[in-house]
C-alpha cells in the first residue's frame, strides 16, 4: 500500500522557520522525482518545489532563496527547509511522487501568522 505522510506543519511567526518532512512507503522512492506542492484557502493548488532522482532542484519563484528541498534515499523521506516565511506561505502542504504514475500525501497545514 502506497503511504505519503506528511508531519512538521504547524502555527509559526512571520520570519520564522518549520521543516516538513513527508515519509514514503510502498514504493521504490529512490526512482521518483519528488516534489511540494501547496493550496492556500481559495487559490490553487500550486507548485513549490521538486527534487529529481539525481538530486536536481527547482524552486517556484516565491519560495527561491528561502526554501529548501532535500530527500534521504536511505529513509525514504522527502523534507522542505522553509526559512523567513511570510503570511503568504499559510497553505497546506503537499507532498507528490511522479514516475509515470503518481502519488499525493494527505497534507499538513502550515499557518503563517503573529
Known amino acids: 500500500q502506497v503511504q505519503l505522510v506528511e508531519s512538521g506543519g504547524g502555527l509559526v511567526q512571520p520570519g520564522g522557520s518549520l521543516r516538513l518532512s513527508c515519509a514514503a512507503s510502498?514504493?521504490?522512492?529512490?526512482?521518483?522525482?519528488m516534489s511540494w506542492y501547496r493550496q492556500a484557502p481559495g487559490k490553487e493548488r500550486e507548485l513549490v518545489a521538486t527534487i529529481g532522482i539525481p538530486g536536481s532542484t527547482n524552486y517556484a519563484d516565491s519560495v527561491k532563496g528561502r526554501f529548501t528541498i532535500s530527500r534521504d534515499n536511505g529513509k525514504n523521506t522527502l523534507y522542505l527547509q522553509m526559512n523567513t516565511l511570510k503570511s503568504e506561505d499559510t497553505a497546506v502542504y503537499y507532498c507528490y511522487a511522479k514516475r509515470g504514475t503518481t502519488y499525493w500525501g494527505q497534507g499538513t497545514q502550515v499557518t503563517v501568522s503573529s
Open positions: 510502498g514504493f521504490i522512492f529512490r526512482n521518483y522525482a
